[in-house]
């Protein structure tokens, strides 16, 4: 199995491209939640958390090391994961016909999505970072189908305390909702968001899990509320012509 090293230096960070009216991201951060220990610590906290479901739903992680780029470069903090390729989330959806109606074809890699972050969840982790680029969909290792594998928990935080104080003193009904608006942000990207006509492949996707899942714990206790968000929007239509006699 091919391994890859991710190591924690900014040098490597892929350029993020500003949104209007901001500066460009900085090459460096010296914020004390951006060092490349805390960046390794909490990513190989996520993977313990999530131990029972590497080479399934996530790499592999095979440890955190201290490694140099370069006999000159200092020692930055990295970890050993499996490698993972396949495709985007995006280009599998697009590829299933996600962005034409009546195609139900994506229906199961979106599935994959809501059910994954659900066990990611219950594993442990939230604040998932739930991005195209951070999704891949892979043959699974017998070659009979495909799955999901979910990438990059540096900036991932704990979801399981051990009593509800705790929990809400660490936001984490706060961090959960936003994984589920990252989510319905990717569904409505892989549908087309412009038209009413895009916002009802949504939609119709949302009528189909309701119907096929609608009694399983994972949306009862924590999907319904996302489901609700993927409602198309409400359109002003403005004030109707009059005709002319």
């Not at 999530?50 to 399934?56: D, F, R, T």
């Not at 990252?182 to 309701?210: D, M, Y």
């Amino acid at each position: 199995m091919d391994v890859v090293l991710k190591v924690y230096t900014w040098k490597f960070f892929p350029n993020i491209e500003s949104l209007p009216g901001f500066t460009s991201s900085p090459k460096t951060s010296s914020g004390p939640n951006s060092t490349e220990q805390l960046l390794a610590w909490t990513e190989s906290s996520a993977y313990k958390n999530m131990s029972s479901l590497q080479g399934e739903m996530v790499p592999i992680f095979y440890g955190a090391y201290l490694v140099k780029t370069t006999e000159e470069d200092d020692a930055h903090f990295a970890v050993a994961l499996s490698h993972i390729g396949g495709v985007s989330f995006l280009e599998r959806c697009n590829a299933l016909g996600s962005n034409t109606t009546n195609d139900l074809r994506w229906y199961p890699v979106a599935l994959w999505l809501l059910k994954g972050v659900y066990t990611l969840h219950q594993s442990g982790v939230r604040d998932l970072d739930v991005r195209n680029d951070n999704l891949r969909i892979v043959q699974t290792p017998d070659g009979s189908t495909e799955c999901m594998m979910f990438l990059d928990f540096a900036f991932s935080s704990p979801s399981s305390f051990e009593n509800r104080a705790q929990a809400e003193a660490h936001t984490v009904d706060v961090a959960i909702a936003h994984d589920s608006q990252e989510i319905c942000a990717l569904i409505h990207k892989a549908n087309g968001w412009a038209t009413p006509e895009e916002e009802s492949r949504s939609w119709s996707f949302v009528q189909w899990v309701r119907d096929e899942f609608g009694e399983e714990t994972w949306v009862k206790e924590w999907a319904s509320d996302l489901l609700e968000m993927l409602k198309p929007r409400e359109r002003n239509k403005g004030p109707r012509r009059k005709r002319g006699p």
